[in-house]
């Protein structure tokens, strides 16, 4: 079992930043990818930014590319997601998530990941 827990979420205005970091517990040695999602009222959950967490090859969903940075700490077992240039629309509950399958590479099907984080909101105003 894997268990992750965010925290980093807040208020910010079009244009701030934050950095969403996720502390992972439990049975983690395994894990082949981290990955962030996020969900708005009334929309699907989507795939946000992932990462191998062998090789650090990283992922990014079109909408934030150039703005938005997966990083991780392995000693500790911590994802982050820096978050630049926020807009209205990046406002949403933010979910980390982990996949112990050894697909070689990380996948945006949600299904596919076996572990889950509470979330985190984040809400961007203009």
């Known amino acids: 079992q894997v268990q992750l827990v965010e925290s980093g979420g807040g208020s910010v205005q079009s244009g701030g930043s934050l950095r969403l970091s996720c502390a992972a517990f439990g049975y983690t040695y395994s894990t082949q990818c981290m990955g962030w999602f996020r969900q708005s009222p009334g929309k699907e959950r989507e795939g946000v930014a992932a990462?191998?967490?062998?090789?650090?090859?990283?992922y990014y969903a079109d909408s934030v590319k150039g703005r938005f940075t997966i990083s991780q700490d392995n000693a500790k077992n911590i994802l982050y997601l820096q978050m630049n240039n926020l807009k209205p629309e990046d406002t949403a509950m933010y979910y980390c998530a982990a996949d112990r399958r050894d697909a070689g590479l990380c996948t945006w099907t949600e299904r596919l990941w076996q572990y889950w984080g509470q979330g985190t909101q984040v809400t961007v105003s203009s």
């Open positions: 990462i191998t967490t062998g090789g650090g090859t990283t």
